[in-house]
Nanobody, 122 residues
Framework: QLQACGGGSVQAGDSLRVSCAGSRRAFSSGVMGWFRQAPAREREFVAAISWNGRSTYYADSAKGRFIISSANAQSLVYLQMSGLKPEDTAVYYC?????????????????WGQGTLVTVSS
């Protein structure tokens, strides 16, 4: 029910923005988040934002480099990534309907996008 886009291949140090479009219902409560999964690794939390935009949450690896934002009127959520590193290479998934109490837990999210690949070369 979510559609992610904006992935691509970039060089280390570059910036990239990935976007996620969903339904108003998916973005009307809880949190929306971004997770990523690299080959042979488990899915990991990247960032999340509360449905009203008042609270944001970041993984330590994303702090200071990534910014999550939303445009609820358009049912959109963005992840602006800067200072990209090769270790940021992964498929990035957007999710919605997560729990405000545990925004980093992917198990609480009800809606998922198909993922968009971000490749960062050195």
């Amino acid at each position: 029910q979510l559609q992610a886009c904006g992935g691509g291949s970039v060089q280390a140090g570059d910036s990239l923005r990935v976007s996620c479009a969903g339904s108003r219902r998916a973005f009307s409560s809880g949190v929306m988040g971004w997770f990523r999964q690299a080959p042979a690794r488990e899915r990991e939390f990247v960032a999340a934002i509360s449905w009203n935009g008042r609270s944001t949450y970041y993984a330590d690896s994303a702090k200071g480099r990534f910014i999550i934002s939303s445009a609820n009127a358009q049912s959109l959520v963005y992840l602006q990534m800067s200072g990209l590193k090769p270790e940021d290479t992964a498929v990035y998934y957007c999710a919605a309907g997560g729990s405000l109490g545990t925004p980093r837990d992917f198990r609480t999210y009800n809606y998922w996008g198909q993922g968009t690949l971000v490749t960062v070369s050195s």
